[in-house]
């Protein structure tokens, strides 16, 4: 999983957060039962995010004195962010707590990201975010302010498929097709970055996403697939 992206807000917070706020620096544990659970941590470092956030914004935005944090506390109704999603702006109100996927999915209706693990570990919910594959539960909304976004709606022209999907179709890299999203915009950001991958980068690059019906074969042809053609 060398080529996926996890967002800052995973890393220690900056000396800057809030004191006020329970801001873990240990690291998440990766189980259910953790007293310290991933909801605990959107909860608690989405307001050290949305600190930074109003704070930078209510100088570029001025927003009214109600919007901006006093003494570290910060409302619990949000705010208002901007994005560009698949090449549009666009404008949506989220809680510190919403997260990426569930302001791509509940806010814009774009359901072609999946949410099936919702705390990292399956690659799903991959999306671009500026040209970076992300898995899109484990990043905050907040987070996405001013960034460029490309879900798997933003790939095929009309009618016409992105040749990483029209690859998958033909090599048959799918079954159930609930990993294909996030398995193509795996792919999508790998061939940006790299054109002509070796069989061996396909495999790095897809390697957080998970594919219970066992398709990583056809997907590594497809991308190969779309490689080449894409090269022309
Ligand atoms: S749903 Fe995001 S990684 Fe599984
Ligand atoms: S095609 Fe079913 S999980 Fe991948």
Do not use: W
């Not at 957060?17 to 989405?46: C, M, Q, V, Y």
């Not at 050290?48 to 935005?61: D, E, I």
């Amino acid at each position: 999983m060398a080529d996926k992206k996890y967002p800052e807000t995973l890393s220690p917070p900056p000396a800057t957060a809030p004191a006020n706020e329970a801001i873990s620096t240990e690291p998440i544990e990766d189980t259910h039962d953790a007293a310290f659970s991933r909801r605990d941590f959107l909860k608690t470092s989405g307001l050290g995010v949305l600190t930074s956030y109003l704070v930078g914004s209510a100088q570029s935005h001025a927003l009214t004195p109600k919007s901006t944090p006093s003494q570290g506390v910060l409302p619990q109704e949000g705010a208002p962010i901007t994005f560009y999603v698949n090449g549009q702006a666009r404008q949506i109100h989220v809680e510190p707590r919403t997260t990426l996927a569930e302001a791509l999915r509940e806010k814009l209706h774009l359901t072609g990201t999946k949410v099936i693990c919702d705390r990292g570990s399956c690659g799903g919910c991959t999306v671009q975010v500026n040209g970076e594959a992300v898995c899109s539960c484990m990043m905050l909304a907040v987070d996405a302010h001013n960034a460029q976004i490309t879900t798997i709606e933003g790939l095929a022209k009309g009618d016409q498929l992105h040749p990483l999907q029209q690859a998958f179709v033909e090599c048959d890299a799918l079954q159930c097709g609930y990993c294909t999203p996030g398995m193509v915009m795996s792919c999508k950001a790998l061939l940006d970055r790299n054109p002509t991958p070796s069989l061996d980068e396909v495999k790095d690059a897809v390697a957080g996403n998970l594919c219970r019906c066992g398709a990583h074969p056809h997907v590594f042809e497809a991308a190969l697939l779309a490689a080449k053609r894409m090269k022309g």
